[in-house]
């Protein structure tokens, strides 16, 4: 709205202020003149003052006492378009204007006590019925013998009237406007001071109206912006109306933002200051970024949903859509803003989807659903639809991936339930949370009975590895995987073997959650294999047996029939009578006598080795058959003065075969004495101890005593011998070996030379 | 003929056979026996580390299987003479073994000139003859 520049003048002057136009000196003279000539009255006269009148600008006439009309000037005509003869005789106040009567009335009644009466402007009635302003002034010349009446003198001031009524109204308008208006309204002077202002510039700004007036407007500026402020005041001075935003500091330093709208006033072409009308637009600014924040906040949520969701209006055209939903269509924002749903996407309108949309378009309730579309890329989709606004909002995931997965647990599920192996879930702290049925099958325990267990505690017994099973805790302990085989328990206390695999489940922090065995029975295996490595056992035994009877064919066997076949083509070549043929033929006795002595060791560590696996053992005292082969020796130990320490416990009862216990010590004893060093008599210790396998022999003597780096990888040889000049054929130690390993022992030697050997027996865990 | 022949043997039977069929061919002017490696060695020994009173024996008859020192120690024990036994004193094995791994390992070893099964029959005596030469 544009405000009208006026005069400054004009807007100060008082309402009730005389309009200088009314009765002009010029005027008042042309008026009194006739009258101070009327006085010399003549012939002449009469025409004279009729002309006058009948042509004036003004109306004379003259009212009686009765207050009817007795006189009209003929000017009336011209005036107000009576006939002089229509207005004589009839009363002078019925041509007023109602309005004005009663006060006219009153003039003319008071006129007696005055001589003349400048009356205030009324109407009066024209021929036409028009109202006319009317500017009179009367006369009481009611004493004067000519007249004898009022005499009026009139104006038509229509015009002038009229005028200024207009004025008034220009006036009330401006005021109306500068002091109601709901903003504050106020004028600066061309120094931008503060001449006036409405009461809202108190409320906007909270200073009183005199603490401003007068003030220049920076005081109320925010004074971060009093150079915005400045040049606005400068270019609105300059003749330009305009807006500005500006923000301002009340009285309590509150800060308030005013939308201003400044005009320029202007007199004779003269800025003479700036009218301007202020809005307080803070909460409305405030209310806006309230909402737009609001907004932004909303649409920040939608978009952050990282699953697709659109909004459609009630003409299924959409509204909004987020990110996701677009990502997922591969399209752009702007193909499909505004664009109907099912003519885009005419696939949609054929599915299950579209039933659901019209649904809850109808209903306007929330549905939750899940469709499957067969060979595309998504293949099942959960959807949740609720109305919005006027139309609908969808929500949905891609579910394909679930699905699938869901699908898998089924059949691994299945799988765990249905497999003939046993499966276990445990939880963190490796106690049984499920078993399947396979591992009730296996074990013979039922699911009840083994939940909250720790597997190893309930299926490991007495002959169980006890370090296969410390290896498995160690493994829980440091939660790694690992697989192992195990020998458990039956409920019924039946042995089988457990191959197992364990894994430790942990959750996407890291933490272990579960434990998760897969066991498979493997006894049938563990059989075979031990039976396996038994023949194995046999194999290599019967192989290094067949290696050893190939070493005593080519060596043992083998000497003899060599000597006996070289004598006998030598006896051919000899004279039968000389004495060298004689000896020669006793070499010949010899060596069939070898022969046959060879013959016979073979036979009897034959006989040994097979025996050892297969003749039943009973329980044999050692110190009984110590004593025995002592017994056989006695002679011979009391011949060269040998010393016998036995320290064998007589309870000591060993599951055996007697006849290689006292072969065993036989062998040892003989060749005690046989090797014995001549220059010390004999002294012998025998002792057994208990240890954690078997009971341990030990057997020494202070006898030659050997060189064991020369003879340790040949001293059990089969006719190995390391004394020329004392008899033997190597067979002895050969034997003990043999009837040693028959008995599932192992033999061990300690010697020094010319100190003494120690054979130490290992008799192994088979005789406890 | 043979000078001196060493017969290094433990069996006393086969050294006298031994003897006895190199003797009946006129094979050598002297003999001497040994038990095992150790005896032969403590005959030997002082021959090659200087001491040319006796002089060394132009053939050595080696068993294998003995006690005390084998014939492979013995071997072991020459072989720092190797230099000065060769062309002079032929060493070769005499055993009753069958068995092909130790024919094998004698090749192998240049002291030995040749491997002999016992007992020892004309053909060998021939072998031995025409090595001498």
């Known amino acids: 709205m544009k405000i009208l520049p006026l005069q400054f003048s004009t807007l100060t002057r008082p309402n009730n202020a005389p309009a200088p136009v009314f009765l002009t000196p010029a005027f008042l003279l042309v008026m009194n003149a006739p009258q101070q000539q009327c006085k010399p009255a003549d012939t002449q006269a009469a025409p004279f003052y009729q002309a006058l009148v009948t042509h004036s600008t003004e109306l004379i006439s003259v009212i009686n006492e009765e207050g009817v009309y007795s006189y009209v000037g003929s000017s009336v005509k011209q005036q107000l378009g009576y006939e002089v003869e229509e207005m004589l005789g009839t009363c002078a106040i019925s041509y007023i204007h109602p309005d004005d009567a009663a006060c006219a009335a009153k003039v003319l009644g008071d006129i007696h006590l005055l001589q003349d009466v400048q009356m205030k402007p009324f109407r009066f009635k024209a021929k036409s019925g028009e109202w006319r302003w009317m500017q009179c002034t009367i006369t009481n010349m009611l004493e004067n013998k000519y007249v004898q009446g009022i005499v009026t003198n009139s104006k038509d001031v229509t015009e002038v009237v009229e005028a200024e009524s207009r004025k008034d109204y220009h006036l009330a308008y401006y005021e109306a406007l500068f002091f109601e208006h709901p903003d504050a309204v106020f004028t600066l002077d061309s120094r931008g001071n503060i001449n006036r202002v409405n009461s809202h510039v108190s409320l906007i700004t909270g200073y009183a109206e005199a603490d401003i007036l007068g003030c220049h407007f920076s005081i109320l500026l925010h004074p971060d912006h009093a150079q915005l402020a400045e040049e606005a005041f400068r270019e609105a001075l300059a003749g330009k109306a305009l807006h500005r935003k500006l923000p301002i500091l009340s009285r309590l330093g509150e800060e308030k933002m005013l939308f201003l709208t400044l005009i320029p006033v202007h007199i004779q072409g003269e800025a003479v200051g700036i009218q301007g009308i202020a809005q307080d637009i803070t909460a409305s600014l405030q209310a806006q970024q309230l909402l737009k924040d609001q907004a932004n906040q909303l649409h920040n949520i939608v978009e952050s949903i990282p699953d697709p969701f659109y909004v459609l209006d009630s003409a299924w055209r959409f509204e909004h859509a987020n990110a996701a939903y677009l990502n997922f269509l591969g399209t752009a924002r702007e193909h499909i803003a505004g664009k109907n749903i099912w003519e885009l996407y005419p696939f949609a309108a054929t599915t299950g989807f579209y039933e659901k949309c019209l649904e809850v378009a109808a209903n306007r309730t929330t549905v939750y659903f899940e469709e499957t579309y067969p060979g595309h890329r998504f293949e099942t989709l959960k959807f949740t639809i609720f109305p919005a606004d006027s139309g609908i909002a969808v929500h949905f995931v891609d579910y394909t991936a679930q699905k699938l997965t869901q699908l898998e647990l089924e059949k691994l599920s299945l799988v765990a339930s249905k497999t003939i192996n046993g499966v276990v879930i445990m939880n963190n702290k490796g106690c049984i949370d499920w078993v399947n049925d396979g591992f009730c099958r296996i074990t013979g325990y039922t699911r009840e009975e083994v939940a909250g267990l720790a597997p190893s505690l309930l299926l490991q017994g007495p002959d169980t590895d006890p370090e296969a099973a410390r290896r498995i805790q160690e493994k829980y302990r440091l939660q790694q995987p690992f697989s192992s085989e195990i020998l458990n328990y039956k409920k019924n206390g039946q042995k089988f073997w457990f191959a197992i695999d364990v894994a430790p489940i942990f959750d996407a922090q890291g933490e272990l959650v579960n434990y998760i065995a897969v066991q498979t029975d493997i006894t049938e295996r563990k059989e075979s294999e031990a039976k396996l490595l038994t023949l194995t056992d046999d194999l290599l035994k019967h192989n290094r047996n067949l290696q050893q009877f190939a070493y005593i064919v080519s060596h043992n066997l083998r000497a003899p029939v060599a000597n006996a076949l070289g004598l006998a083509a030598l006896l051919k070549k000899l004279d039968k009578h000389s004495a060298f043929y004689d000896k020669s033929m006793e070499k010949l006795q010899v060596s069939v006598h070898q022969l046959d002595t060879v013959i016979k060791d073979i036979s009897n560590i034959l006989t040994t080795r097979e025996a050892g696996g297969m003749e039943t053992r009973k329980q044999v005292s050692l110190l009984e058959v110590c004593q025995e082969v002592l017994q056989s020796f006695e002679e011979q130990l009391q011949e060269i003065g040998a010393q016998v320490q036995l320290e064998i416990d007589s309870s000591i009862q060993m599951l055996s075969i007697k006849a290689y216990l006292y072969s065993i010590l036989y062998n040892l004893i003989s060749n005690a004495i046989k090797f014995r060093a001549t220059e010390r008599p004999l002294s012998l210790h025998v002792a057994v101890a208990k240890d954690a396998r078997g009971y341990v022999l030990t057997f020494s003597d202070n006898g030659l005593g050997m060189d064991m780096r020369q003879v340790e990888h040949q001293l059990f040889k089969l006719y190995n011998r390391f004394h020329t000049d004392i008899q033997g054929k190597g067979m002895g130690l050969y034997m003990l070996k043999t009837q040693v390993e028959a008995l599932g022992g192992k033999v061990k030697v300690e010697s020094k030379l010319g100190a003494g050997t120690t054979f130490t027996l290992f008799l192994g865990a088979k005789h406890v | ?133």
Request: aromatic letters at 8%; a negative charge; charged letters at 25%.
């Open chain 2, 1 to 133: 003929m043979y000078k001196k022949i060493f017969i290094i043997d433990d069996d006393e039977v086969s050294s006298f056979l031994t003897e006895a069929t190199l003797a009946e061919e006129a094979f050598a002017q002297a003999y001497e026996c040994y038990h095992n490696g150790k005896e032969a060695l403590e005959a030997l020994l002082p021959l090659l580390q200087g001491q040319p009173a006796a002089p060394l024996p132009d053939l050595i008859l080696l068993d294998l299987n003995m006690p005390v020192i084998s014939g492979w120690g013995f071997l072991e024990a020459l072989a720092p003479y190797a230099a000065q036994l060769q062309g002079r004193c032929l060493i070769y094995i005499l055993t009753s073994s069958v068995d092909e791994e130790e024919v094998k390992r004698a090749n192998e070893n240049e002291l030995v000139a040749g491997f002999l099964h016992k007992p020892l029959i004309e053909d060998s005596i021939l072998r031995l003859k025409q090595a001498r030469r």
